[in-house]
């Protein structure tokens, strides 16, 4: 080999050599920019997925299970007292109705909106609501917290962080919030039809029909479907109950009282068990676990109010038990003023999915996307029908008009006859 093949053959590995690393360069520092780039995104996602925070300490460290709408738990307070963004302070309540994005409004221009305090439409275990016409004359509801309501002051915080972020056509709307001169208030859009219990209690109300109650059977389940499958994390309501179901001036329902669920007491002693008597899950009085089964629960007793117009405190379980004996059981306990006047299959129907919400068993219990499909197929099935009736009247219309058609024939052609 000559000299000059010794540096052609230099020049080229040389060059070779230059051209990998360039290579391993360039790729490296691809590689670097894309993974910053995945660790941005990352992060940016955990903000807008976990957004739950409490006073100012992420709430979001296991997020693998449910999101409980209690989850100012024990842990929690201290956090509370120990944190410096006690949600006391000033900073931190205006941090958590900014990063809720929810709208905050002075003691002021609530003060006007009720007149003063005036316009009491009820009195909940938080404290009294109001009704009020804002500045935009939007109606809403006003809840203002017992400033005695230790309890409550947890569930402002977590109904402000939770709503901020919830929005579904079946859920009561937070649509803004006021924290001033030492109050605290939420402010929802305005349910005119007040809540399924006093509709369905109140002798004074008329009467719910059968269409409406499935409507809003679906309506509820639509709600809990988005807190249990729609959002993340997933969120448990622990609460639901005939009180706790809103109706607006179409008659639509919406689920109500995030946050808002209260501790119940047991046999006279605080047993720190979560819901309301009548309503609450029996698997998690006996394992202390709520999960999204246990308001599939609660779902089926408003499943069978809706159907009986009993309430669970007077012995709604008893008179369902009956019912699950025989196939149209449910008959016996429908509401008497629905008697007659609905269609019995689609009761019992009804009264199938909500014997199947409460199995005893929770991992026997149907889950809510399978619950609304069960209930949407209840009023297609009337769909159809109503379609095949029209379908068979339309047919008997066109036969008419053809048999109508046929005697002008008929005539016309008799009175040429007698013309010929
Ligand atoms: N957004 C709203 N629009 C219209 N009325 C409302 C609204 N929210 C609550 N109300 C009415 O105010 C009353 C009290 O409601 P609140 O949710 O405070 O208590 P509750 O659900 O009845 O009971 P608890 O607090 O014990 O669960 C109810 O009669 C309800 O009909």
Known sequence: ?????????GVSVGLALVILLASLAFFGIRWYEKHAHLRRCANERSVTTLPIRMNGLDTSTDFSASLSISIASGASENHQKNSPFNWRSHQNKEWLASASGIPRYSYKDIQKATQNFTTLIGQGSFGPV????????????????????????????????????????????????????????????????????????NEKERVLDWEERLQIALDISHGIEYLHEGAVPPVIHRDLKSANILLDGTMRAKVADFGLSKEEVFDGRNSGLKGTYGYIDPAYISTNKFTTKSDIYSFGVIIFELITA??????????????????????????????????????RRLANIGHRCLHKLQRKRPLIGEVSRAILKIKERRLVKNDEASFARSDISRTVSLIEDHQVELSNMASMMERD
């Open 310 to 347: 009993i309430h669970p405190h007077q012995n709604l379980m008893e008179y369902i038990d009956l019912a699950s004996m025989s196939a149209d059981g449910v008959d016996e306990i429908l509401d008497k003023r629905l008697v007659g006047k609905c269609n019995p299959n689609e009761v």
């Open 1 to 9: 080999m000559s000299q000059s093949d010794f540096i052609i053959i």
């Open 130 to 201: 109001y009704k009020a016409v804002m500045a935009t004359g939007e109606i809403v509801a006003v809840k203002a917290l017992a400033s005695d309501s230790k309890q409550g002051e947890k569930e402002f915080q977590t109904e402000v962080s939770l709503l901020g972020r919830l929005h579904h056509r079946n859920l009561v709307n937070l649509v803004g919030c006021c924290v001033d001169k030492g109050q605290h208030m939420l402010i929802y859009e305005f349910m005119s039809n007040g809540s399924l219990a006093n509709l369905l209690y």
